[in-house]
Nanobody
Framework: QVQLVESGGGLVQAGESLRLTCTASGFQFSASTMDWHRQAPGKGRELVATITPSGANVVYVDQVEGRFIISRDNAKNTVYLEIKKLKPTDTGMYYC????????WGQGTQVTVSS
């Protein structure tokens, strides 16, 4: 059974940093591109970062470039999203996703940034 479990969210103040973690099981993690998405309150889910299976290539959406860092540890079946200099507009649920099997999502982890 494919499973993705996110953790690391919380309530933080603007300017602080967080590292989100997504631990995978049930599939060949090292062969999968992995994405992080976020969903702000009242908005749709948006892709924020992607990392290739080896970790050699990463892509960010423009609005997070320079503050978000996606990385992975294939030995631990884990993908990370470090968020620096958090802003209130970063508030939302953060999800990891594998495109395998038509796309599998985790349950998400909540990030709330206070000003």
């Amino acid at each position: 059974q494919v499973q993705l479990v996110e953790s690391g969210g919380g309530l933080v103040q603007a300017g602080e940093s967080l590292r989100l973690t997504c631990t995978a099981s049930g599939f060949q993690f090292s062969a999968s591109t992995m994405d992080w998405h976020r969903q702000a309150p009242g908005k749709g889910r948006e892709l924020v970062a992607t990392i290739t299976p080896s970790g050699a290539n990463v892509v960010y959406v423009d609005q997070v470039e320079g503050r978000f860092i996606i990385s992975r540890d294939n030995a631990k079946n884990t993908v990370y999203l470090e968020i620096k200099k958090l802003k209130p507009t970063d508030t939302g649920m953060y999800y990891c996703k594998t495109p395998l099997q038509g796309g599998i999502w985790g349950q998400g982890t909540q990030v709330t940034v206070s000003s």
